[in-house]
């Protein structure tokens, strides 16, 4: 069963723990190692982002940079292919995110 892992870290002012980039490194190897690895990304620094809304009459509103009032930031993502829900907990607690924010996991909805 396919797995997202929404990897979030707390933000400016959250209380984060550090990680490293050689850890993160580690944790990419021993997943495409497993096998377990389908899709991943680590997304480009926050500033960059742009939000998109569109109002119910169609109109469209494009702001730069985030939602400022969040305290979680999604950092990048995992798909997971395992066995099942405690496979897929394991990952996560093994995710260097998880110890500088949290790590969201959501099966990936198959329609048939």
Do not use: H
């Not at 960059?48 to 969040?70: L, N, Q």
């Amino acid at each position: 069963m396919k797995y997202m892992l929404l990897i979030n870290s707390l933000g400016i002012d959250g209380e984060a723990g550090e990680t490293s980039f050689e850890e993160w490194v580690a944790y990419d190897k021993s997943v495409r190692d497993a096998g377990v690895f389908v899709a991943g990304e680590s997304l480009a620094d926050l500033t960059t982002a742009t939000t998109v809304r569109v109002s119910a009459t169609g109109e469209r509103t494009v702001t730069d940079g985030p939602f400022a009032e969040t305290r979680e930031i999604l950092g990048g993502f995992y798909v997971i292919d395992v066995p099942d829900l405690d496979a897929a907990l394991d990952w996560a607690a093994r995710c260097p995110g998880a110890r500088a924010g949290n790590v969201v996991v959501r099966p990936v909805a198959q329609f048939d």
